[in-house]
């Protein structure tokens, strides 16, 4: 065998087993599969439609149909294929844009001659005609155990991809070649310890549904820098970690996961759309090949992989279509890269799951979900984490996981979201009143919450600031206290408040307005890097720390407050791109004096 995709012996030929019993939707019954195994790759009637066996009772296998099932019936044939769902793993898989399983939209829309999808039509995950320079970085006589890199590809302009050594193989290296091949050439001939020969390809395949392996999950120390002031200074996420943006149609969702995919810093981008609509996932297809990568200024497919459900693809692949893009996911990171995978969104991956269950006649659980919602959940957030990868070389790979939750009416007690609450540590709730106030992105300060936030302090005190966290955890107070204190107001009035108490007020406002606003679409707003983000947020918090003895005074006033220099200039700070650390000393030392002299 070539590779490491797993395969029962067939013959190489499709075996017609199976009979069809019964059809109903994505869902087909068929009898005569006791040879087959579950999760197999069948082929469901002369059409030869792709399907897979998810249930296996004796005989009777219930196998979901990635493809339309109008116009087959009982009696078709049911052809086993003795592999189970896999992905194609190789060079050329950067800058694709797939279906659910892993069929290149671009070709599948060729080959159909428009832009539906013909049934039946078998298209290459990876062009297997097209050749690429390898180059080995292993020799003759090398030993080698799974994951160790054998040679290198320039897959785009900016990813060199890792030729590893399959999981389950490893030898001592017989042969080895240099130069251009297709992706099937065999490269490298190892000896196994049995003395037989495995021939490596650039090719491997992996089951969609079974994460891959790895030596051991280390913990998540490091924030993933996305470049949104919110998210890494208040409510960050871990390279390595899992996350949820749940929230109401239209509150930013997609513009806040693409704007990650954009600016963070990952290697690799996971793109799977899953649209609510039709409509916005035509509108993902098209911007995303045309959006540019600030860091390369190349286009950001160049390290992106787009898997996308259109609302005329079948409901099985969308359910496949997240095990797609997270196998694709775990591929790269086994490379020694940071991936980030965004799913958007997981609801209708839950929705796909519902309705297959229906029709499997499971016993529904909370409206209507599978009982088996949250675990299927849990086991795809799961395969987040910064991993120590197979290999002899010590490398270090991160998954970070973020799934867009789009519960009914904003009812965060739903299913699906309690599901994805229960195991993804960041949680961005997305806010329908602050995205109807224009106040972007529209992250709830007041309830939203990173878990990973305390295993960063290490990072913040050495990276950024040694009092990082302090002037983060002042922040966040102020806003909680301005929450309380607006009740106050709103039952008695402004007047009833000390001068205290206006100060935490006028704070907060500059925290919210000139600190958590950012515009997305606004080139040099749209990302602000962690050493500025302390500057802007210790410049704000340090009006508070030096209004604090002031606003005793009895001499004090606002007005005057307000009316220094210092005071207006605030709002620009995030303005101020070339700022160094001295710069925001500078104006702290300001703000430091013009309050000091009002209260002289
Ligand atoms: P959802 O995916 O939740 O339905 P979208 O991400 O499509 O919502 O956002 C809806 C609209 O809100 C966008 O078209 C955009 O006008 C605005 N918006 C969302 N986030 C931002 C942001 N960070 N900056 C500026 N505008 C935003």
Redesign the pocket.
């Known amino acids: 065998m070539t590779n490491s995709q797993e395969t029962t012996t067939l013959n190489n030929e499709d075996q017609a087993t199976g009979v069809i019993e019964r059809v109903t939707g994505p869902l087909v019954r068929a009898n005569g599969m006791s040879s087959a195994k579950l999760y197999e790759v069948v082929k469901v009637s002369e059409e030869k439609l792709l399907g897979e066996i998810i249930e296996l009772h004796g005989d009777i296998a219930a196998i979901q149909v990635y493809e339309e099932t109008a116009g087959i019936g009982p009696g078709d044939v049911v052809y086993r294929t003795g592999r189970t769902m896999s992905v194609a793993l190789a060079p050329g898989l950067l800058e694709s844009i797939y279906d659910g399983v892993q069929r290149p939209l671009k070709k599948i829309e060729v080959a159909s001659g428009n832009c539906y999808i013909k049934r039946g039509i078998e298209a290459d995950a990876v062009d297997m005609s097209k050749v690429w320079k390898f180059t080995p970085t292993v020799k003759v006589g090398d030993k080698v155990e799974s994951g160790d890199v054998l040679g290198e590809v320039q897959e785009t302009s900016v990813i060199v991809h890792k030729v590893m050594v399959p999981p389950n193989e490893g030898g001592v290296v017989a042969s080895i070649k240099e130069g251009e091949f297709k992706v099937t050439d065999e490269i490298v001939a190892l000896k196994r310890e049995d003395d037989s020969i495995a021939s490596i390809t650039m090719l491997q395949y992996w089951p969609i549904r079974k994460p891959r392996p790895k030596k051991n999950k280390i913990f998540p120390s490091e924030p993933l820098r996305t470049g949104g002031r919110s998210v890494d200074t208040f409510f960050p996420i871990a390279k390595g970690g899992a996350g949820c943006i749940p929230?109401?149609?239209?509150?930013?969702?997609?513009?806040?996961q693409q704007?990650i995919a954009k600016h963070c810093d990952a290697q690799i981008i996971v793109y799977i759309g899953c649209g609510e609509r039709g409509n916005e996932m035509t509108e993902v297809l098209s911007e995303f090949p045309h959006l540019i990568d600030p860091n390369t200024g190349e286009p950001l497919m160049k390290r992106t992989i787009l898997i996308a459900n259109t609302s005329n693809m079948p409901v099985a692949a969308r359910e496949a279509s997240v095990y797609t893009g997270i196998t694709i996911a775990e591929y790269y990171r086994d490379m020694g890269y940071n991936v980030a995978l965004m799913a958007?969104s997981t609801s209708r991956w839950a929705e796909a799951m519902r309705e297959i269950s229906g029709r499997l006649e499971e016993m529904p659980g909370e409206e209507g979900y599978p009982a088996y919602l949250s675990s299927r959940t849990a086991e795809f957030y799961e395969r987040a984490g910064i991993v120590k990868t197979l290999g002899s070389d010590d490398r270090t790979g991160s998954l970070t996981v973020i799934g867009?939750v789009s519960p009914p009416g904003g009812d965060l007690s739903e299913p699906v979201s309690q599901a994805t609450l229960r195991v993804t540590k960041t949680f961005w709730s997305?806010d329908a009143d602050l995205?109807y106030k224009k106040h972007?992105?529209?992250i709830n300060w007041l309830n939203s919450y990173s878990l990973y936030a305390q295993n960063f302090e290490e990072f913040w005190k050495k990276e950024i600031a040694i009092d990082f966290a302090d002037v983060r955890k002042t922040a966040m107070t102020l806003l909680e206290k301005e929450s309380k204190l607006l009740e106050i107001v709103r039952l008695v009035g402004m007047e009833s408040l000390s001068n205290g108490d206006r100060l935490v007020l006028e704070v907060a406002r500059m925290i919210r307005e000139d600190f958590l606003f950012?515009?997305?679409?606004d080139k040099d707003d749209a990302y602000t890097p962690l050493e500025r983000q302390y500057g802007i947020l210790k410049s704000i918090v340090t009006f508070y720390d030096a209004g604090l003895d002031a606003v005793q005074l009895p001499e004090f006033n606002f007005v005057d407050f307000t009316k220094m220099p210092c005071y207006a200039e605030v709002a620009n700070l995030k303005n101020q791109l070339k700022w160094t650390e001295e710069d925001y000393q500078t104006f702290q030392d300001r703000v430091r004096n013009e309050i000091g002299a009002l209260a002289g």
Do not use: E, W
Request: glycine share 14%.
């Open positions: 929230g109401p149609f239209g509150a930013g969702k997609t513009v806040t704007s958007d867009a997305l995205a972007f992105p529209s950012q515009n997305a679409f």
